[in-house]
């Protein structure tokens, strides 16, 4: 269970939270299941959100499980289809799914630092940057087209596209992620805009850096303390921590909220312990 930071009621809301067998959107699901909504979490592997759905429901909460690629139509359009069967048309659209790829991940920080052997921009895998922007920003599109018919059906609804920090500020080594996430930052001033007569709003958030099972490896040595690079982070935050996923929810809560941000639209919100804010000196 976790504790949650507003009294938001969600209750008979269909949440669909791609990217969902992940470490942040886990626990948005949970959080919107928690507050009362009918929640269906997407995930390409199947088994981590029929995991999860298991679990709440033994809770007592409602929740479905649907494996599904949210970069590609077909699929996306199954799942749309069985929601709709299942648990009714969408309220609220959590756009969470994406990730970054190695083959897109330079080995240093600065050219100049390069040594023989490393992969430096210049080796740079297009396959795998087109797998970057297709899972970023094409995995924020497709979902939006398929589930936001519902809320233009009803005049109604919230889309939460999930950015980073990367939008704002790129990090070194991972050039395609910080585009893709910029890019996912500007759809979600653009979506506020193409809907803003439909009586859909459309905002973001950017977390800060955050222990995920993706990045586990690159912050943390076997032994469990901080690699070079969280050494960077952290002394970089003035507040030198990390977010934990559940710091989310308020951002979260309030921006899906109709009554509390009815006229928030078009806003991406960074909750990242102060990293922004914090020159270097």
Not at 1 to 11: C, G, N, V
Not at 24 to 52: H, P, Y
Not at 123 to 140: C, K, P, R
Not at 196 to 225: V, W
Request: net charge negative.
């Amino acid at each position: 269970m976790i504790d949650l930071p507003l009294k938001s009621d969600f209750s008979g809301k269909v949440v669909v939270v791609t990217g969902a067998g992940g470490v942040i959107c886990s626990t948005i699901a949970r959080a919107f299941a928690q507050a009362g909504a009918k929640v269906a979490a997407v995930n390409r592997t199947a088994s981590k959100v029929e995991a999860l759905a298991d679990e709440l429901r033994k809770e007592g909460f409602i929740c479905s499980g649907y494996g599904g690629d949210v970069t590609n139509p077909d699929s996306m359009n199954a799942v749309h289809k069985k929601v709709l069967e299942e648990l009714g048309p969408c309220d609220i659209l959590v756009n969470g799914a994406g990730g970054n790829s190695p083959l897109a991940t330079t080995d240093n920080e600065y050219q100049h630092e390069a040594k023989e052997g490393q992969k430096t921009f210049f080796d740079l895998d297009m396959s795998g940057i087109n797998a970057v922007f297709s899972l970023n920003f094409q995995g924020t599109l497709l979902p939006t087209q398929i589930f936001a018919q519902d809320m233009v059906a009803r005049k109604s609804g919230c889309i939460l596209n999930i950015s980073s920090m990367n939008a704002y500020i790129p990090l070194t080594k991972i050039p395609a992620y910080s585009g893709a996430k910029a890019a996912v930052s500007n759809f979600t001033q653009w979506l506020a805009t193409h809907f803003a007569g439909t009586g859909i709003r459309c905002n973001a958030i950017a977390p800060g850096f955050l222990s995920t099972n993706q990045n586990h490896a690159l912050l943390f040595n076997e032994d469990g303390s901080l690699t070079p690079r969280s050494e960077k982070i952290l002394g970089g935050t003035p507040t030198h921590r990390f977010v934990k996923s559940e710091e989310l929810l308020g951002g979260v809560f309030f921006l899906c909220d109709d009554k509390a941000a009815s006229a928030v639209t078009g806003v991406v919100l960074p909750i990242d312990a102060g990293f922004s804010a914090y020159s270097g000196v």
